[in-house]
Every structure is written in structure tokens, then in C-alpha cells.
């Protein structure tokens, strides 16, 4: 598995980093995603 070995070599902050990065991402496709969707109900 190739996600087990990196997640071995990664440090504590490297782990934290990446979730703030998938964090920032869930954030950026939910404000996108309610963008999209929110004019269509009003319409």
C-alpha cells in the first residue's frame, strides 16, 4: 500500500498540513456547491 508507507514517513506537521489542504478543498467544493445551488432555488 502505497499510502500506509508515506503516511509512515510523514511527519506530525506534514500529517497536519495535509489535512488542512483537504480541509481547505472540502470548504472551497461546499462554498461552490452552494453557489451553484442556492441562485437555482430563488429562481
Do not use: C, K
Request: charged share 10%; glycine share 4%.
Amino acid at each position: 500500500m502505497a499510502t500506509q508507507t508515506t503516511l509512515r514517513g510523514m511527519t506530525a506537521t506534514d500529517r497536519i498540513l495535509a489535512w488542512a489542504m483537504m480541509a481547505g478543498l472540502v470548504a472551497a467544493l461546499l462554498r461552490s456547491a452552494e453557489a451553484a445551488v442556492l441562485p437555482a432555488h430563488f429562481v
